[in-house]
Structures are given as C-alpha cells and as structure tokens.
C-alpha cells in the first residue's frame, strides 16, 4: 500500500511539473520519445503528442501501448538539422540507443552505463523540427531526449516554441553550451534546469543560458555523473503562421 501510495504521490508531482508548460488540449513533441512515459503525462495533461521515435521495437511498443488513444502520433524516425538518412546504434537497454558516435564513446569512457550493450546498427531517417512544425503546427512544449543527438536536433528548428526542454550529459557539456547558443539565436530566453530524473527545479529562479551554464559547470565538476535536462521558455516569441494539420 505505501509503495502505491508513492507511486501515486510521484506521479502527481510529475503532472504539477509539466503543467507548467502543457495546456489542456496543447500540442506536444515526444522527441526520443522511447516506451513513451513522458508521452503518457502529456496525454495525462489532455495534450496532443507527437511521439518520435527512431528504434523500431520502442516505436512498436509506442503503438501498443497508446493504441485507443486518439491524441498521439508515432513517428518512426529520428530529427536531425536536415533531412536524410543516418545510421543508429541500437543498444540494450533499448534507451542508451544513439545516433552519436561521440556521445557512445564519452560514455563508455567514463564507464556511465557499465551494462550497455549493443545490439545492431540500423539506418533510420531524418527529419527535422521545422518539418514537423510545418505538419502539426507550433508545439506548446517541445521535450528532447536523444542520447548526445541534442543540438543536431536543435538545429532542425529556426523558429522559438513556447517551452523546450533537451538533456544534458556530463560528458559532452560544450554541446549543452552550443544547444543555448543556438537557442538564443532564435530569440531572448530564460533557462532553468532538473537533475537526474527528479522533475524538480535545480534552481529557485530561472537564469540566463550564462549563468545556468556556469551553474552546471560547478556541479558536473564535483559530480562527473550528473545528468538531467535543461528547460528554456522565450520571453516573447514570435510564431510563424501555423500550416498544415493540428492532429
């Protein structure tokens, strides 16, 4: 019964915390979206999700699991700069799969996911979130989560969203870095950050890209294995007009 009751008190935190972001009825993208445990708060919040996966297993899992629910898309494909194809290393657990080769090696250095174990190299597409944006319309929360891919889906997109979240890796800390420099080439921004898997704000006010960065720094110096995921909002984004379909 307690360990219920935790679940249960967990999972309400978890909805409190993306409800900052995710209006009811508002438009999400799941990028790396994996089994879809993000996917299933934002469908919890009343999103519509855009789920992206790239891993045929996860994806196919994705379909089961959400099968009667009207409101998600899967997307069997991986977001990059530009359109394409490229070749993913798909590994065991099925979520340490990458499209990076750099970010593969930084871990295995560092001895992260002692248990990974790769499984196969496929090709996948490509395509982008200038892509998806022109399909769905502009996301209300854009969530990104690619294992060391980040900033080559970022650069997929050349207008700002509301809110927008992607993992950083202690290992390959510079690409966070060059992640907000091309953020804030799109407009003026805040950021903020949460450690691990908490959900929880690391910081009492949201800083600018400099002082988060110089934040993140000092702590990775004293915790080499700290990861979690920066969140940026825009102050004034200007949208382009939507185009296409809305579901």
């Known amino acids: ?20 972001f995710i209006p009811h009825g508002g438009l999400c993208f799941d990028v790396g979206a994996n089994v879809g445990n993000r996917a299933d708060l934002f469908l919890a919040l009343g999103a519509r999700v855009i789920a ?54 930084a871990t295995e250095r560092t001895g992260r996911f002692p248990r ?23 996301p209300a929360f854009i969530k990104i989560d690619v294992e060391g891919y980040e900033l080559q889906v970022l650069r997929g997109l ?8 992607f993992e950083y890796h202690p290992e390959t800390l510079h690409e966070a870095a060059a992640c907000l420099e091309h953020l804030t080439s799109l407009g003026a921004l805040h950021a903020n950050f949460s450690r691990g898997e908490s959900l929880t ?40 007009q939507k185009t296409g379909r809305s579901s």
Request: glycine content about 2%.
């Open 1 to 20: 019964m307690r360990w219920r009751l935790r679940t249960w008190q967990t999972r309400q935190r978890r909805l409190r915390f993306y409800r900052q």
């Open 52 to 105: 992206v996966e790239p891993v045929a297993e996860t994806a196919a899992l994705l379909r089961q699991r959400f099968a009667q629910n009207s409101r998600l898309i899967v997307l069997e494909t991986a977001l990059d700069a530009t359109e394409g194809q490229t070749t993913i290393t798909v590994c065991s657990p099925h979520w340490l799969s990458s499209i990076s080769a750099d970010w593969l090696a």
């Open 116 to 138: 990974r174990k790769i499984i196969a190299k496929r090709v996948t597409s490509l395509t982008t979130l200038d892509h998806l944006i022109s399909v769905y319309g502009v």
């Open 158 to 165: 050349s207008q700002p969203v509301p809110t927008l979240s």
């Open 201 to 240: 704000w690391a910081l009492p006010e949201w800083q600018t890209p400099a002082q988060l960065l110089a934040q993140l720094n000092e702590e990775t110096t004293h915790d080499r294995l700290q990861f979690g995921d920066i969140y940026v909002r825009y102050e004034r984004p200007h949208y382009q």
